[in-house]
T-cell receptor, first 116, second 113 residues
């Protein structure tokens, strides 16, 4: 079955530690995205990538970094500079670069990050 | 960006129809109306989208007002599995390339057995 996988489901971070969240898709989608969701809140965009080796900052990129070395993979690193990382992180992809309004985003199951 | 307004929460009895409203009074002529839903502890999933005409699919129906300033997502028979947060968002046809998707707080639907 095609889809988006995120791992791990739960992740614990110690103070001063960098952690990396995995996101893989086998849908052959061009664009991929990372969102953060805090309890009772909507989704906020962290980073997005339209093609391999290219990515752009979203609304809350500070303290995060990404890479897009392969079309199917878009890992997110939460660095020690992110002072409040506890949240639910969602990865998404969309199939049609350039279709704008018609594009549908497909989401992964999410990773819940907790700070020890 | 054009904004949407939704009620924070709604209740429905199981097996009854549900009408989830969305106001978008500043919508432009090139904005598509999209609906997603998010089940507890899961990622959002696409439900339906439309531009001007009413739309139907296996999950739901979308009724769009003639002036396009509001729309309604219709679940024909609510089940317990439909309990989720429903998001109404606008996407600009003229954006080209990537356009940021803004998910607000949405409407939390509770289905009562």
């Amino acid at each position: 079955d095609g889809g988006i996988t995120q791992s791990p489901k739960y992740l614990f971070r110690k103070e001063g530690q960098n952690v990396t969240l995995s996101c893989e898709q086998n849908l052959n989608h061009d664009a991929m995205y990372w969102y953060r969701q805090d309890p009772g809140q909507g989704l906020r965009l962290i980073y997005y990538s339209q093609i391999v080796n290219d990515f752009q900052k979203g609304d809350i990129a500070e303290g995060y970094s990404v890479s897009r070395e392969k079309k199917e993979s878009f890992p997110l690193t939460v660095t020690s500079a992110q002072k409040n990382p506890t949240a639910f992180y969602l990865c998404a992809s969309s199939p049609q670069l350039g279709q704008g309004a018609r594009e549908t985003q497909y989401f992964g199951p999410g990773t819940r990050l907790l700070v020890l | 960006d054009a904004k949407t307004t939704q009620p924070n929460s709604m209740e429905s009895n199981e097996e009854e129809p549900v009408h989830l409203p969305c106001n978008h009074s500043t919508i432009s002529g090139t904005d598509y109306i999209h609906w997603y839903r998010q089940l507890p502890s899961q990622g959002p999933e696409y439900v339906i989208h439309g531009l001007t005409s009413n739309v139907n699919n296996r999950m739901a129906s979308l009724a769009i007002a003639e002036d396009r300033k509001s729309s309604t997502l219709i679940l024909h028979r609510a089940t317990l599995r439909d309990a989720a947060v429903y998001y109404c968002i606008l996407r600009d046809l003229n954006s080209g390339g990537y356009q940021k998707v803004t998910f607000g707080i949405g409407t939390k639907l509770q289905v009562i057995p």
